[in-house]
């Protein structure tokens, strides 16, 4: 199924109009400050140097040796990565971002579920999300660079990479020509709307990516606030302090409901519960949405709350869930 968050028009649909907190992301809820844009931006086609810019500045923020791509955020890299090879057998580990193995299957890749990398040995194509989502499991990059010779096409999403940097692969891509790094923008910088992101490969993978995303891929504007964006590592310190801090700010409010923690990142909070839908429907009825997931039914998950006025509405519906 390709279910997901930030689908506030069925919780409208369900519990009615209001004013929505929406906790089923992964996304910062506190945004990078937008730099000016310049009116170019929105009124021609960027050019081939504004859009190296951009990734040279990808590349720097991300310390990786390898070619960067900017596409339409990390979705859109994923969308591409099954016709980079002929279909075959795909390994995903699972549980994870269902966009993956249902990208694959509707390109007629044979998708088998692994439960961790070494399952995924002699596949034509694997696909690892780190830090993982929903459950925050984390693998080093050591292992996976390892794996990555035991697979044809190593896919690492590291959509929420951004607040475990030490976990990354990029700056290993030199050596591992058969290894795809898919990062996203909009989770950490709290700018999912933006609609960029990158994919990290050797020259002639990357080339392959390039030419099926095709030409103009990125607006001008994703290009102006990316480039201020990705040069600024004091926000990105900061950022990851505050995330941190209120990481575990949400898992003590979660807990003191009686919830109990499966994992997450510093983004979001995986919790394991009775009944997650009926946990979900609670906090909806408080006008509250989150994310639940078919394939395991105790487990819920959270973004994080941003302005204050947030944190005390999660916090009140969580304890009226506990009375």
């Known amino acids: 199924m390709r279910d997901h968050g930030g689908d506030l028009d069925r919780a409208a649909a369900a519990y009615g109009a209001g004013d929505w907190l929406d906790l089923s992301t992964g996304i910062n809820p506190v945004p990078y400050p937008l730099p000016a844009i310049p009116p170019a931006a929105w009124t021609r086609l960027p050019t081939r140097a504004e859009t190296a810019a951009l990734e040279a500045a ?33 390994a995903v580990l699972w549980p994870s971002y269902n966009e993956h193995a249902a990208a694959l299957a509707a390109q007629g890749w ?61 700056p290993l891509l030199d050596r591992l020509p058969n290894a795809l790094v898919l990062r996203s923008f909009g989770k950490f910088w709290g700018l999912a709307g933006l609609r960029l992101g990158f994919a990290l490969a050797s020259p002639p993978l990357a080339a392959r990516l390039r030419a099926l995303a095709g030409p103009w891929a990125v607006g001008g504007p994703a290009i102006a606030v990316g480039c201020a964006a990705l040069a600024d590592p004091a926000w990105a310190a ?29 983004l979001f909070r995986t919790y394991a519960v009775a009944d997650a839908s009926a946990a979900q429907a609670c906090l909806a009825r408080a006008r509250i949405w989150t994310r639940v997931f078919p394939h395991s039914p105790g487990w819920i998950r959270l973004g994080l709350p941003g302005a204050e006025g947030s944190w005390t509405r999660l916090a009140t519906a969580l304890a009226g869930g506990r009375e």
């Open 110 to 170: 044979m998708v088998a579920q692994a439960q961790d990398p070494e399952a995924m040995t002699g596949a034509d194509l694997a696909v690892i999300v780190n830090p993982n989502n929903p459950d925050g499991r984390r693998w080093p990059a050591a292992l996976l660079a390892d794996l990555a010779g035991r697979v044809g096409l190593l896919v690492v999403d590291e959509s929420f990479g951004d607040v475990a940097p030490e976990l990354s692969l990029a």
């Open 238 to 266: 900061a950022a990851r302090a505050r995330l941190a801090a209120d990481a575990a700010r949400l898992d003590a409010l979660a807990l003191g409901a009686g919830w109990g923690l499966v994992g997450g990142t510093d």
């Open 58 to 90: 990808a590349s720097a923020a991300f310390g990786t040796p390898a070619e960067v791509v900017a596409v339409a955020g990390a979705q859109a890299a994923i969308q591409i990565v099954p016709r980079l090879a002929p279909p075959g057998r795909a």
